[in-house]
């Protein structure tokens, strides 16, 4: 039995410029895509499959509108480089479900193949045929931006290498073997540069937008940590404020985290997170005491 493809991360601004195809599916129907592509990304990585984070921004049946009875889903998710394009149709009833169901927008995790779909010379679309998909957390996107960023720098630093040096080229097993750039060989890396004509100049600007990408994504976790702080030192203010001695019942102090702007939910995990922390205890039940 052949190996199961690795399914690769890459960002949807490489993902959708991989035109460079092994296999082409020319045909006028997305549900019906069974044979296998294998695309070339324009820093040498051999896609097949592919495992991607992003957040749904729209879901839509297209079986209306090319004329069929079943049911064709077409879904774009969003990462910080631009949008991957999904299509699930009769093949994918899995898939077609969740995305008949699923909320917009939300962060959402997929395993898929990359398709390449060409209706004319010069026309080329990629997209996604998902196999597994399901909603995860921010922190799981962010994450998954973090891993990715990191592995394609890699294989942004072994391209220039390339390009200073073509010789380096014919000798890169071990780079490929240990998963710097990926699933792929020193053939596809150097087809990529042919193909797509990469160059310094590419790089350094991708270079560029993935640091961006990765401050962003720390300021965001910043962020997030300084607002988890203030709302769990309101909470021990409040405590401290409120205790006469026998400590604060849950509900009347929930009521006043609330009043000063902090939404329940928020709340209630600032609590719980003190709690954790033992900061504070429950002498009986729905009574907190600070320690």
Known sequence: MAEREIAQRLFAKEFNGSTLSLTSVLSDDFSDMNSPNLLISPTGMRINRV??????????????????????????????????????????????????TVEVPSYIAVVGKARIYEP?????????????????????????VVDTAELTLKRLDLLSEVLLDPKHGEDMAEPLKSGIIGSGSSEAILDAIAFYGTDQDYIAEFKQSLRTILLSIKENAGTEMQRKDNTENVIFELLKELDSGKGVKYSHLLKEVESRGIPEEVADAGIRSLLDKGECYEPRLGLLKLI
């Open 51 to 100: 495992f991607v984070v992003g957040v749904i921004t729209e879901v839509e049946n297209l079986g209306s509108e090319t004329g069929k009875e079943r049911d064709l889903w077409r879904a774009r998710v969003s990462d910080p480089t631009g949008v991957f394009m999904l299509y699930a149709g009769q093949y994918q009833p899995e898939a077609a479900i969740f995305l008949s």
């Open 120 to 144: 004319e010379k010069d026309s080329v679309f990629i997209s996604i045929r998902p196999e597994e998909l399901n909603t995860v957390e921010s922190s799981i996107r962010d994450r998954w």
